[in-house]
């Protein structure tokens, strides 16, 4: 199953459902994954649906609870879908570094806490 999200989202380059994908923290299989603008940052990141390791994020949990209760996407269920995914996607999400932290690592750096 793939769904490009259609024109209800036009940042999002691809939405991809396959139990093949493994997930990159505990190699489990994924429910999704996506590929969407990175913030703050030229290019894209690739974002993950993993219903072990995204079980305790709450910008995941109802998608997770939505595939917990329905194997497929259908007429009935697509609408409700369509918006968990878009809710999913559109999270506000830890993503990059910030200036701030960056200015800590370079100061932690500098006093030698990075050093083996
Ligand atoms: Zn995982």
């Known amino acids: 199953m793939t769904d490009g999200g259609g024109s209800n989202l036009p940042l999002i380059a691809a939405v991809v459902a396959d139990a093949e994908q493994k997930c990159h ?24 649906l993993c219903p072990v390791c995204d079980a305790n994020d709450p910008a995941s949990q109802d998608l997770i609870a939505f ?31 910030s200036p701030e932290k960056f200015e800590e690592d370079i100061a932690a750096w500098q006093q030698g806490l990075y050093d083996a």
Request: overall charge neutral; glycine content about 10%.
């Open 25 to 48: 923290r505990c190699q489990g299989g994924l429910y999704l994954s996506a590929e969407v603008p990175a913030v703050g940052m030229p290019g894209w990141q690739r974002i993950t």
């Open 67 to 97: 595939f917990a209760i329905h194997s497929v996407v259908d007429e009935q269920t697509n609408d409700t879908f369509t918006r968990l995914v878009y809710d999913w996607l559109t999270a506000k999400r830890p993503q990059g570094v």
